[in-house]
C-alpha cells in the first residue's frame, strides 16, 4: 500500500483512514482473475477532483496465468487482483503483505478507459451512509464509530461498494491514472 500511497496527494496516514480493509483475503484466482491490464511499464500519475497538482512515476507491471498482478514501485512490490463488476469496472484488491494483519488488504475501484486504468481507494465515510448501514446490518462490513475505517466482512459488500463508485453515487477526490509507457509518450 505505501507504493501506491506515494503516488497518490494525500499523507499515507491520511489515505489509510477511511478506506475500505480486510484482515484476509476476498479475491482469489477463481473469483478475480480479470486481467484489464498488459504486463509492462506504466506511468502512474495521481491526482484530484480538488485539483491538486498531479505527481507521477513509473510503475512496472507483471501478471501470471491465473491473474495475480505484480505492481512494482521503487523498491516495494504489490499483489493485486481484479474482480470485473462490468465490462470496464472493477473491485480491486491490493495485498500490502507488510501492512499490519487488519489493514493487509485495501481495496479499490478501477475503470478502464482505452489502454489506461484508474484506481480509487474506496473510503468508508464517501459511501452513501444508508449503503454503510445495510451492509453493516446485513454483516458484510463492520465499521469504526465514526464510519471512518470499514472492516470488509465479504466480497459482496466489497463489489457493492465498487459499484456505488462506479455508479457515480461517490464523490471521487483522489485516484491514481496507469497508462503503459508507450502511450504516455505519444501524449
Given at each position: ?8 496527494p494525500?499523507p ?5 483512514s ?14 478475480a ?14 491526482g484530484?477532483?480538488?485539483?491538486d ?5 513509473p510503475i ?5 496465468e491465473?491473474?495475480?498482478y505484480?505492481?512494482?514501485v521503487?523498491d516495494?512490490?504489490l499483489?493485486?487482483r481484479?474482480?470485473k ?35 480509487v481507494?474506496?473510503?468508508?465515510n ?6 454503510v ?7 458484510g ?6 464510519y ?7 466480497a ?18 483522489n ?5 503503459p509507457?508507450?502511450?504516455a509518450k505519444a501524449?
Amino acid at each position: 500500500m505505501r507504493a501506491l500511497i506515494r503516488l497518490a496527494p494525500a499523507p499515507a496516514a491520511l489515505l489509510l483512514s477511511g478506506c475500505l480493509v480486510s484482515e484476509t483475503a476476498f479475491f482469489d484466482a477463481e473469483s478475480a482473475a480479470a486481467r484489464p491490464l498488459a504486463a509492462g511499464d506504466y506511468v502512474a500519475c495521481s491526482g484530484s477532483t480538488d485539483g491538486d497538482e498531479v505527481e507521477c512515476n513509473p510503475i512496472s507491471v507483471s501478471v501470471t496465468e491465473d491473474g495475480l498482478y505484480s505492481f512494482a514501485v521503487e523498491d516495494d512490490r504489490l499483489l493485486v487482483r481484479f474482480h470485473k463488476l462490468d465490462e470496464d469496472d472493477f473491485a480491486v484488491q491490493f495485498d500490502d503483505s507488510d501492512e499490519n494483519d487488519d489493514e493487509r488488504y485495501q481495496y479499490y475501484w478501477g475503470r478502464k478507459t482505452g489502454d489506461s486504468l484508474r484506481l480509487v481507494m474506496i473510503w468508508c465515510n464517501d459511501l452513501p451512509r444508508a449503503l454503510v448501514d445495510k451492509l453493516v446490518e446485513d454483516g458484510g462490513l463492520s465499521t469504526d464509530e465514526d464510519y471512518q475505517t470499514c472492516t470488509a466482512q465479504s466480497a459482496s459488500a466489497i463489489v457493492v461498494a465498487a459499484k456505488s463508485y462506479a455508479a457515480g453515487e461517490v464523490a471521487k477526490q483522489n485516484w491514481v491514472e496507469m497508462t503503459p509507457v508507450a502511450s504516455a509518450k505519444a501524449e
